[in-house]
């Protein structure tokens, strides 16, 4: 499976957003001019896969680049889950300079072990938080 991640808003529809958001349970009833603010004032990421043409992952990071980041929205196409997208994308944006060095946060119902790869603890049930 070919895939790349993308970056930017302008190379991710937000169609293909809206897609990937009704099939979680913290978003699926997002209204489509709600999901278009929330990613115009955050910074957007994506897998898109080359062979099928189709963007398969979504994540996006709300920051004010000195402190803190908040990891949001991360989803993969149920079709897709299980082979390691996730893992990617979530590394690749963990990767990226203007993160390093600040807090990241999270919201997770059920994803725990996936973030726990990148650092983050658990405060309760579902908040996590990366570099306390």
Request: charged letters at 30%; glycine letters at 8%; a positive charge.
């Amino acid at each position: 499976m070919k895939y790349r991640i993308i970056e930017n808003l302008g190379n991710i529809g937000i169609d293909e957003i809206a897609r990937l958001l009704k099939m979680t349970y913290w978003a699926d009833k997002r209204p489509i001019e709600q999901i278009e603010k929330s990613v115009k004032n955050s910074s957007c990421y994506g897998v898109y896969l080359e062979d099928e043409k189709k963007l398969v992952g979504f994540a996006r990071v709300i920051s004010d680049y000195a402190t803190t980041y908040y990891l949001c929205d991360v989803i993969i196409d149920r079709a897709y889950q299980h082979k390691g997208l996730g893992t990617a994308l979530v590394s690749h944006i963990e990767s990226r300079p203007e993160y390093r060095g600040l807090r990241g946060i999270l919201i997770t119902r059920d994803a725990h072990s996936l973030y726990r790869k990148f650092g983050y603890e658990v405060l309760n049930d579902r908040a996590m938080v990366k570099g306390l």
